[in-house]
C-alpha cells in the first residue's frame, strides 16, 4: 500500500452513478445511509436479480454492501478514501427477498489509512457477514470551488 500511485479522483463527478449509492444507476443497490455519530447505517431488501444460488443472495453483493458502508464510515467523518484491503467472514447464507441491516464504523485512523470494520445481519441480529478494511486517504481533485457539488445519499439521525 506504500508504493500506491498517486491518483487524481474527483469525488464529485458523476457520483450519482456510484453502484453502492448512486440514485441514477439503474441496476445499482440505491443504498441510503444514516449516521448517527459513530456508525454508519443502511437497510437492503435484495430481489432476486442479486442471487447466486436460486434464492441466495450472491456473495459478491454481501461484499459490496460491506464495502460500500465502510466507505460511508470514512464518508461521514469527512474522509475520502477507496479500500486498499478486505476481509469478509460469512456467517450464514442471505436469502433473497430478505431484508438485512448492514452497519460500519471506523476502528482506526493514521495519516494515511483508515481501518473500518463492518456487519451484515438480519432483522433479528443473526450475524450473516462481518468484515475489516483497510482504507487508503486521498484527497479528492479540486474543481471549481464557485460550483456546488453533489452529495452522496446520506442522512444524519437526530
Known amino acids: 500500500m506504500a508504493n500506491w500511485p498517486q491518483i487524481s479522483i474527483d469525488a464529485y463527478e458523476d457520483i450519482t452513478m456510484c453502484f453502492g449509492c448512486g440514485r441514477n444507476n439503474p441496476i445499482g443497490l440505491k443504498?441510503?445511509?444514516?449516521?448517527?455519530?459513530?456508525?454508519?447505517?443502511?437497510?437492503?431488501?435484495?430481489?432476486?436479480?442479486?442471487?447466486?444460488?436460486?434464492?441466495?443472495?450472491h456473495g459478491g453483493i454481501i461484499e459490496c454492501?460491506?464495502?460500500?458502508?465502510?466507505?460511508?464510515?470514512?464518508?461521514?467523518?469527512?474522509?475520502?478514501?477507496?479500500?486498499?484491503?478486505m476481509q469478509v467472514r460469512m456467517r450464514q447464507p442471505a436469502l433473497i427477498d430478505?431484508?438485512?441491516?448492514?452497519?460500519?464504523?471506523?476502528?482506526k485512523k493514521t495519516r494515511k489509512l483508515v481501518e473500518t470494520k463492518g456487519d451484515v445481519s438480519l432483522t433479528d441480529g443473526t450475524p450473516v457477514a462481518?468484515?475489516?478494511?483497510?482504507?487508503?486517504?486521498?484527497?479528492p481533485k479540486q474543481s471549481n470551488a464557485t460550483e456546488e457539488k453533489p452529495k452522496r445519499n446520506v442522512q444524519k439521525e437526530g
Do not use: C
Open 130 to 139: 462481518e468484515s475489516t478494511a483497510t482504507m487508503f486517504i486521498f484527497n
Open 31 to 57: 443504498l441510503n445511509f444514516t449516521w448517527d455519530g459513530k456508525t454508519a447505517r443502511t437497510e437492503f431488501t435484495p430481489n432476486k436479480l442479486y442471487q447466486g444460488w436460486s434464492g441466495i443472495v
Open 98 to 107: 430478505q431484508p438485512l441491516i448492514i452497519t460500519s464504523s471506523i476502528t
Open 65 to 85: 454492501l460491506l464495502d460500500e458502508a465502510m466507505s460511508y464510515a470514512s464518508y461521514f467523518e469527512g474522509i475520502h478514501t477507496l479500500t486498499a484491503k
